[in-house]
């Protein structure tokens, strides 16, 4: 019986020790190009991958541009009749590149008649400062002043830090002023038009010494959209007019009802309906009512009224809930008229949601301007380290790039199934056809 062990054929034993080869070699120009960034990398890789990273990317550059100009030109010293253009030297450049401008040659390419210079599409995308605005922003809303943020880049090596350029405090500042101004522009601009919106809060907030009022809208699927950002409060008329004007001619639609919850004085409700006429209902934000209230009171009578009012607020029933805040109303109008009088005005638009007989999460949701000041919280957290608002330009450009970054963290809001029924209920109370079959 033959040995399970035999011994391998000198055919075998030369087949195993002969090395694999590739289905499709690389070519030799290839290969020398790839040993040369190969050592370029581990000559860099002591400063960390990053910097071994950057300097092989900064080469590969280097001929994606020689390689377009061979592509328009034709190859270096091959003359051609009829060729389109021609090689015209090159001159001093810039790539954005981790946060920073490094200085690079860029070459030059004109055309046969001499008539124009043409573009190298490599060096427009390596060059384009989106990238590096999106990171001075990323990097100043992160809290990163412009003083240190040079310190706050990511090591890319000795050499290209040498090539450094748009780093200075002065740089940095007008490249975010310039980020910013045109994030407020967009922000402000952007259309509202293809979205349904269910509800849209107003509040206004402090940015140093300006104040600003913003607009929240939570679409009929729970999810929430910074809307606008003007100059101004919540209890100026107009400022809000000029906001919701704005909002409307953007493309906010009142058509299928929409219910605004706000801070602030009932001539607001007045401004909202002129503009969106009676296909909205205005509620009034409980807490800011309780904080008004009670701010009018000695501190020991605060417990039993804040118990009273909220008492109010449960009871399900309009009616009843409306009884029980005018009767908190009279029992303070004698020893205490200016609380009487901060609960009577706008009492009725307190009681909104009960009336659309919004329960449970939603309820806990609608009932203030929490998720608006949620949203001005992250704004605030954002402009940290801001230390001086020249203006109020600037207060608005902070508040839109806070607003925007803001938007990135939302989840739907609580109670967002009770939606659609809310919608339903809108529509009913304004008489808005359709409710029937809702």
Known sequence: MPSSHATPSPETRTCRRQPSRLAHPIPDALAARLDGHLATFAAHLREGLLAASSAVGLEVLDELMAAEVDALVGPKGKHRADRAAYRHGAEAGAVSLGGRRLAVRRP????????????????????????????????????????RYGAGLEPVGAAIEARRTGTSHAAVSRRFVAATAERLAGFMSRSLADQRFTVVM????????????????????????????????????????????DLRDR????????????????GIGAGIRRLFGQRVMVHRCRRHKERNVLARLPEIERPL???????AWAEQDPVRAKALLEALARSLAHQRPGAAASLREGLSDTLTLTRLGVTGSLLRTLESTNPMESMIEIVRDHATRVKRWESGEMALRWAAAGMLAAESQFRRVKGYRELPALAAALRRELRIPGAASA
């Open 251 to 266: 493309g906010l639609d009142a058509s299928a009802g929409l219910l605004f919850v706000v801070d602030g004085g009932t």
């Open 202 to 245: 107003l509040d206004g907030f402090g940015m140093g010494e300006h104040l600003l009022l913003g607009a929240l809208g939570i679409r009929a699927d729970g999810v929430k959209v910074p809307l606008g950002v003007v100059e101004g409060t919540v209890e100026n008329e107009a400022v809000v007019t000029a906001l919701l004007a």
């Open 108 to 147: 030059r390419v004109r055309s046969a008649d001499r008539a124009a210079e043409l573009p190298l599409a490599t060096y427009e995308a390596a060059s384009a400062t989106d990238l590096l605005a999106d990171g001075i922003v990323a990097r100043m809303l992160a809290g990163l002043s412009t003083r």
């Open 305 to 311: 009224v804040q118990r009273r009012l909220r008492a």
